[in-house]
């Protein structure tokens, strides 16, 4: 009759194990291939909703474009071409202000010791490139 010691016990745990991670493995060597890329859904695509301030914001600056256009007598594309230049613009302006600003409060980080001259350096290397945006203040 068998009976099971602590050595047996152990050489049985230290198999299941041994087939466990076997099995873990060849799972494992399945999950690294990639799903093929699921097709889009036929038919038109559906356009996304757009928020319901920015809605009130384009029929707001479309509203202007057009009284604009009666008083001033000009075309109503060409004063909406002229709004648009003026928001890029705007806009422009406002982000190169929000970036000499963080360029400001990265400088005195670095001077007060809080930050390594790399790392201002590396958050500004990634406001250039588009990943981050600077906050204007």
Do not use: Q, W
């Not at 099995?23 to 038109?44: F, M, Q, Y």
């Not at 109503?76 to 929000?98: K, T």
């Amino acid at each position: 009759m068998f009976r099971p010691t602590r050595r047996s016990t152990a050489l049985a745990a230290l198999g299941l194990l041994g087939v466990g991670g076997a099995l873990a493995v060849s799972l494992a060597d399945r999950a690294v291939e990639p799903a093929p890329p699921v097709p889009p859904a036929p038919g038109p695509a559906r356009p996304a909703r757009e928020p319901k301030a920015a809605r009130r914001a384009r029929r707001r600056r479309a509203a202007l474009a057009a009284g604009l256009a009666r008083e001033l007598r000009m075309d109503a594309a060409e004063v909406r071409a002229a709004l648009e230049r003026f928001d890029v613009d705007a806009a422009h302006e406002a982000r190169a202000r929000a970036r000499a600003a963080l360029k400001t409060r990265l400088d005195a980080a670095v001077a007060a010791g809080e930050l390594g001259a790399p790392d201002g350096a590396a958050v500004m290397r990634a406001v250039d490139a588009g990943i981050l945006e600077p906050a204007e203040h």
